[in-house]
């Protein structure tokens, strides 16, 4: 630990560009990826503005358990099946996955595709089960 911290003193402005990277690395990933919302702001916008979701895992994570109301289509159909969305442009969009890391490859289709508002589901479908909202399960 002593040198460690002797390696950082002697090496500050090394430390401090390796944190800017990443922090830039961070932020920039954040800007393509789109905004993205907790369960509770979901819930919200799904009750007072009518917003869509869009889970897009795989058929296997699906039947396991979705939200009420979203519609499936698996990020590897992703770009073929957009005509099952496009009557959606105009309202909040919330992209689900598993964990909320890969909703930004579908979110960013989505903007380049024209619709305004695309969110993300923070913590995807993991977050939302953590927090003990309800989903519904294969029968």
């Known amino acids: 630990m002593e040198q460690l911290i002797e390696f950082a003193t002697n090496n500050f402005m090394l430390i401090a560009a390796w944190l800017l990277t990443l922090l830039m690395i961070m932020w920039t990933e954040g800007q393509k990826a789109g905004k993205s919302v907790s369960p509770a702001t979901a819930t919200q916008l799904m009750n007072k503005q009518d917003a869509v979701l869009i889970d897009i895992r795989t058929k296997k994570e699906w039947d396991t358990g979705h939200i009420t109301g979203s519609r499936h289509i698996p990020l590897a159909d992703f770009s073929r099946r957009f005509n099952e969305i496009e009557k959606f442009k105009t ?15 579908a979110s960013k289709q989505l ?17 939302w089960k953590g927090q003990n909202l309800p989903i519904v399960k294969k029968a």
């Not at 903007?111 to 977050?127: D, H, M, P, S, Y």
């Open 91 to 105: 309202r909040p969009v919330i992209v689900v996955c598993n964990l909320g890391q890969t909703a930004g490859a």
């Open 111 to 127: 903007k380049a595709a024209g619709f305004e508002n695309v969110l993300r589901l923070q913590g995807g479908i993991t977050e």
